[in-house]
């Protein structure tokens, strides 16, 4: 890979992250007087927050709950699928899956937006690590 294709790489698996989130800054009554005398300067700041969760896996057939309807981004899915290889015999195959936008407790009528907040010191999940370093195809 080139270096434009790993930079395009590690962008789009910046923004497909789970625990990213971008929150407006607010600035003191002073900088708001400056900006307005400097039209020119960059105004609207944002501060990326990143807070990664992990959830533990549910028994089969249990679900989670969910109290009110929230939004839920695009990201990727690691998962293991029992595939037909040549012979007929079935072997577990990893798989990284995409997984579109969507919305998570429609049944509730309460809707709450998506906030954002990053802590530093987080672990990276391990298949993802293993996923970044090449060890698991798609």
Known sequence: MGPNTELFSWMMLYCMAKGIYIQQEGLTRQQRRFYEQHPKLPQAWRVVKVEPKFMSEHSEGE??????????????RFTKHRVREG???LVQK??????????????NTLYI???YSVESGKEIHPRFKRYVEGKTLP
């Open 63 to 76: 679900g989670a709950h969910h109290s009110y309807r929230y939004d839920v981004i695009g990201h990727l």
């Open 87 to 89: 012979d007929g015999v």
């Open 94 to 107: 990893d798989y990284v899956e995409w997984v579109s936008p969507h919305q998570r407790g429609l049944s």
């Open 113 to 115: 937006p998506k906030t």
